[in-house]
């Protein structure tokens, strides 16, 4: 990770950071701490002219029980806020 967000960083490429359900929650701290990296879970933003991402990382539960982060509110609820 350290190694990627170097070169990132020097060939300034923009990243857009979307934890996900095998993720533990500490992993949002570690995407914040780079200033050109876009942590986008619970947004929507626009990257382009008419694209949009919408960050939900998470997802709902599955039969190998994910991490924790995906139990608190299903894709669903999320949109709906």
Known sequence: MEHACTKFSKDRIRVIGIPGNDDPWD????????????????QAIEIARRL?????????VTPWLTYPRSRFLSACNRLSR
């Open 52 to 60: 949009w991402v919408v960050g939900l990382g998470g997802s709902n």
């Open 27 to 42: 992993f949002d701290e570690i995407l914040n701490t780079y200033p050109f990296v876009e942590n986008v879970d619970g």
